[in-house]
T-cell receptor, first 116, second 109 residues
Framework: EAGVAQSPRYKIIEKRQSVAFWCNPI?????LYWYQQILGQGPKLLIQ????????DSQLPKDRFSAERLKGVDSTLKIQPAKLEDSAVYLC??????????????FGNGTRLTVT | TQLLEQSPQFLSIQEGENLTVYCNSS?????LQWYRQEPGEGPVLLVT?????EVKKLKRLTFQFGDARKDSSLHITAAQPGDTGLYLC?????????FGSGTRLLVRP
């Protein structure tokens, strides 16, 4: 099966600019996740979708970050305006359903964002 | 807030040595997963442990879930350069997966 696709792989922007990331999950996967991974740290969950509804966005900085999953398939994550501390790898993951141990996460290769 | 702490943060060993990585929390988790991440790639699931006290083996890797389901360990026997990477534990709770801070392992030939 095809894996989780993310684009772009790399992005360099100046602070206060905006940026968008795209994710196409594995076909048939109902749950989609966006994680932020700062260098040297573990991934931090930003937002979790079940089909096209938001399950958890408690750690999403909503004043500057937004995400949508129209039609319950692919998803975009946007940052506007970007800050220096947003420099990180943004990982998208999907799972068949949220049944925890019975539905493992499959990750894309991420988008590395550098804000200068 | 559920937190997972991993130790050590960084480990550099010689090929053939054994090592153990720890994952600790004050919270109880429904299950605990271990992932390995290589540079430029996303994490890849190694194993899931569900029952307190459970031990799972994956070739030279042994995973154990604590009796109280608050901690876990990963033991690698006779490490090889191919084991180099970032090892992440992740605890499942409240329909979310919380990741630890990671242990970066370097196995020198």
């Amino acid at each position: 099966e095809a894996g989780v696709a993310q684009s772009p792989r790399y992005k360099i922007i100046e602070k206060r600019q905006s940026v968008a990331f795209w994710c196409n999950p594995i076909s048939g996967h109902a749950t989609l996740y966006w994680y932020q991974q700062i260098l040297g740290q573990g991934p931090k969950l930003l937002i979790q979708f079940q089909n096209n509804g938001v399950v958890d966005d408690s750690q999403l900085p909503k004043d500057r970050f937004s995400a949508e999953r129209l039609k319950g398939v692919d998803s975009t994550l946007k940052i506007q305006p970007a800050k220096l501390e947003d420099s990180a790898v943004y990982l998208c993951a999907s799972s068949f359903d949220w049944t925890g141990s019975n539905s493992p996460l499959h990750f894309g290769n991420g988008t590395r964002l550098t804000v200068t | 807030t559920q937190l997972l702490e991993q130790s050590p943060q960084f480990l550099s060993i010689q090929e053939g040595e054994n090592l153990t990585v720890y994952c600790n929390s004050s919270s109880v988790f429904s299950s605990l997963q271990w992932y390995r991440q290589e540079p430029g790639e996303g994490p890849v699931l190694l194993v899931t442990v569900v029952t307190g006290g459970e031990v799972k083996k994956l070739k030279r890797l042994t995973f154990q879930f604590g009796d109280a389901r608050k901690d876990s360990s990963l033991h690698i026997t006779a490490a090889q350069p191919g084991d180099t990477g970032l090892y992440l534990c992740a605890g499942e709770g409240s329909y979310k997966l919380i990741f630890g801070s990671g242990t970066r392992l370097l196995v020198r030939p």
